[in-house]
């Protein structure tokens, strides 16, 4: 009858196809208008129920599209969101199938009511994933990401929507746990299409030393956490730990020696993979269970780690070689480095730069120390090729770290070291060359004395601008090694000494990489730019022979030694740690040389000048 033909079309347009009676007009399914044999009640009632059809079909074309399409469908976890997509509408198919079988098995008419009555309870579940899929077509979230938007979704409190999306997350979650297991358990990151919140980071990996002296590259990666991938419902700080426990793992085991015995996880990496797979079995995620989880796992991994680095491999002794190094604590062994490698490095590197002073470093070496074994091999210098800079300031130290030492002094941390030790070098290149300079005015100074010269008035003010000199860097000097060296080292071995995790001991030594460039000014722009001109002036002040140059660079010392006076008190007031109190009271007793400048400022036709050369 023409009855059970409209109902069975229905069912057919019910999943999503469109057909004479019922045709797609704009996008969504409705009542052909040209037909005349439905009553206005007839034709609201089943306008109703296709509204449900076309969001079905929405859902239906979008999960084909993404469904086993990888990268170019979106990737891993939009298609696991597809596959929870699919999963939902079980139920509304069922039922069509239902009314189908009931309308084939005897039934003369199966009532439009019936069919609304057994169709609408979907259509608030349908119409969310509708809105849901609509958002991710809008906003096109990056990979795991796409978690999050579907988690703050199912917050909803409409009977049926919540169930429904958190049964999709839970599809979604299953691809976050298959990640997490390679990266909790092996420390490996399974990622084809970039989606996972941790990355891998591109730049040179550790040198590392072996047992009999050679050096190799670490096998091992460098990643970082993308803060702005972690999806909402896991926190930052549980990322970080995520991100602690698989790097932690794929560093100590990609360079793993044979005859270290057992992995960091040992004999509980079984217990922790079915404490997992139990989490990804379950219908829904529960972030307090998975923090209780992540917990356990960095707990092992730490206290393990903690044991074979700081106790077994002796952290704080190959610290104290890194220090000596980058510190330059010992001062005997680049004092005569310096010596012997000034002429190379004050001009532009060349193509012979590197060897020179490769041998430059091997001679000092020799010469100045007796275990020798420590650093030979193990340190080098190395010099940039930029024919723009001159050779010094482009000097920086490799430096081979031990296994499994290279999980604390790592790549990052060796380039903070690099900052810190060519600040220090050119300080203590300024101030070996200020000695040699008053070696040097002494014997001069007694030719001049009996000779009876009459420039002594200009070398007076020379003398005294090169004693200002000595003296301010003799106390920048001291404040550098002893107020914050000295302090920063001795409060980090009394932590190391006192931790009882690893995450506690690389944390004390980025703590104490951060605070020693904070302390020498590396952070605060205006202050090293103003110290780094004044050694510089320093410098060109120690090489001058030209009586006019020497004067003018007397002028220019005053300004910016004036100009660092300035910045430090202003520092002092904001914000200054207690060593830096310190400094000032060396540098500026009393204020001494604040208020000379000030008063040569006030003198008739120099203030003003005074004042804009400052600026």
Known sequence: SLLQEMLHELLVALRGHPGYIFCEKGGSLAVNSSLPFFHPCEVAIINQLLKVATDYKVLSQFISSHVSCGADGGGMYLEAVCQGLDLVLDPYRDTVTKLERDMLGGCDTVPLSLVQHRLLPHK????????LVQKLKQEQPVGVMVLDMVYKASSSGVAGVGAALRQVLAEGHKVLYKQLLAWLLQGALYDPHGEFFIVKEDGEE???????????????GRYKLEYDLVPGHISHRLAEKIYFIGESIQLFESDRRVEVQGAVLREREAEFYQALTKLRDREEFVVSEFGQFVDRIRESVSSHLHHLVVEESGLVGELRIVWDMFTMARGELFHAFIHLADKRLSVPPTGATQHDISQAWLSAIMSHTETEENILGRVSVLVGRDTAKMGWDQVSLQYAVPWPLHLVVTPTALEKYNLIFSFLLLVRRTQAALHQLWAEAMFKSRVSRRKGDKTRDVLDTVAQTRQHMTFLVDNLQYYLMADVLDTQVSALTNKLANSTSFEDVRSFHDQFLNQVQASIFLHNAPVN????????????????????????L???????????????TSLRLQMAPTSLAQLLTRIDYNRFFSKKEKGQQGKPGDGEQSRTDTV
């Open 529 to 552: 730019k103003c110290l780094v001109n004044t050694l510089t002036v320093c410098l060109q002040f120690c090489s001058s022979s030209n009586p006019d140059t020497t004067t003018s």
């Open 554 to 568: 007397c002028t220019s010392f005053s300004r910016h030694s004036s100009l660092l006076l300035q910045l430090l």
């Open 124 to 131: 608030p579940v349908l119409r969310s994933l509708v809105m």
């Open 206 to 220: 550790s040198l590392l030393v072996g047992e009999e002296g050679d050096t190799s590259r670490s096998k091992s």
